[in-house]
């Protein structure tokens, strides 16, 4: 969402006559799956609500997990693709490598060519980009997870080799370069088991913070970390990155596990007022960490929300942490704030006896998923 009230959407449809506006990024739907991105007014009533709609990809399967708008009214996304026909444009990398591979477009909604950038992005494995964040004058972020040997990684980067398996990763892109000029950062991120890396935010205040889940017993983390040791299987982890350090052994500035004996998922991040980050995602731990209201039993896969003040250390640093679900599967998948510190937290869940606040029910029979939208105020 931005600050004149657009809302920006990307996904993925298998439908060749999904509503469109505005110029194509390519003049027909690709096949199979495809990408697609959206900018809508909620302020305007009816079609004319549709600022902008397009959908991206080619003959196979093409789908978009993130996207972000910047202050020149362009918008990016980014996902993966197992398509060797993309639509390119000023390409960094001209052809699909692997199987699954990153690709990331930037569009020019008000333009009669809107696409501005469009590009394959990965090695000879496994790439999925999760996340992106433009930055300041051409530069963008990226974020997510890799099996590839030989993604492209940087000579400066914090973290050159690739651990056993899948590792998250840091790329930064300058657009106005051309070609594989643009690659001006790219750094693996993890340990030496599976790292996957979820979310991704700039703090405004020249650093990155990354979340995701994590197998490694060795994921880099902080002295001044919430918790510096894995509790479990999967572990959730939080890490800020100092932008202006990104080349040297001090690129991170804090770093945590957070998690229980068992597997904890992360899928949503966010910054809140006061220096906070906020994550969310399910876990099976019995002994997730909760603090700051009463303790909710794990008899399942619950969702989380959990607040963390990196500014103090240890047990401290959990402000805020609580479950939430009914005797089946529930699972956060998004989190945002407000002004006032307020979290907004949205999911899925098969419990027909998941908790609510307007009487309203679960509106099909348990096993079946359905959306939840909560809202949590843990300064109150």
């Known amino acids: 969402v931005d600050n004149a009230g657009f809302v920006y959407l990307a996904g993925s449809t298998a439908s060749g006559d999904f509503p469109r506006g505005g110029a194509p990024l390519q003049e027909n739907f690709g096949g199979g799956t495809d990408a697609f991105v959206a900018m809508i007014r909620p302020a305007d009533s009816g079609p004319d609500a549709l600022w902008y709609s397009q959908f991206f990809g080619g003959a196979e399967t093409d789908v978009a997990y993130s996207v972000a708008g910047d202050s020149a009214g362009a918008?990016?996304?980014?996902?993966y693709t197992t398509s060797g026909n993309l639509t390119l444009a000023a390409a960094a990398q001209g052809a699909n490598r692997g199987g699954y591979e990153g690709f990331v477009v930037r569009v020019?909604?008000?333009?009669?060519?809107?696409?501005?950038?469009?590009?394959?992005?990965g090695g000879g494995s496994t790439d999925v980009i999760t996340a992106i964040a433009p930055g300041a004058d051409g530069e963008v972020y990226l974020a997510g997870y890799t099996a590839s040997d030989n993604f492209p990684i940087t000579d400066d980067a914090f973290q050159r080799e690739k651990g056993?398996?899948?590792?998250?990763?840091l790329v930064k892109l300058d657009l106005k370069r051309p070609g594989l000029d643009s690659v001006v950062y790219g750094t693996f991120v993890g340990g030496d088991d599976l790292d996957v890396a979820e979310a991704m935010k700039l703090d405004g205040a020249g650093g990155l913070w990354l979340a995701g889940y994590t197998l490694s017993r060795n994921f880099p983390v902080s002295p001044n970390a919430y918790r510096t040791?894995?509790?479990?299987?999967?572990?959730v982890f939080l890490t800020r990155f100092d932008l202006s350090k990104l080349s040297s052994a001090n690129a991170i500035t804090d770093s945590t596990y957070l998690g229980g004996a068992d597997t904890d998922v992360l899928y949503g991040m966010t910054l809140v007022s006061g220096g906070r980050v906020a994550l969310a995602g399910y876990t099976f731990s019995s002994d997730f960490p909760q603090a700051g209201g009463a303790a909710v039993a794990v008899n399942g896969p619950k969702?989380?929300?959990?607040?963390?003040?990196?500014?103090k250390s240890g047990d401290g640093a959990l402000v805020y942490s609580s479950l939430f679900g009914g005797a089946l599967l529930d699972a956060a998948t998004g989190v945002a704030a407000d002004a006032t510190g307020r979290l907004f937290v949205s999911g899925f869940t098969t419990s027909a006896d998941f908790p609510v606040t307007d009487g309203s029910k679960k509106l099909s029979l348990g096993g079946a998923a359905q959306s939840f939208v909560l809202e949590v105020a843990p300064d109150r």
């Open 75 to 79: 918008i990016y996304f980014a996902g």
């Open 108 to 121: 020019l909604p008000a333009s009669s060519t809107p696409l501005a950038f469009a590009t394959y992005f």
């Open 164 to 169: 056993a398996g899948v590792d998250a990763f």
């Open 229 to 235: 040791v894995a509790s479990g299987g999967a572990d």
């Open 303 to 311: 969702a989380f929300v959990s607040l963390l003040d990196p500014a």
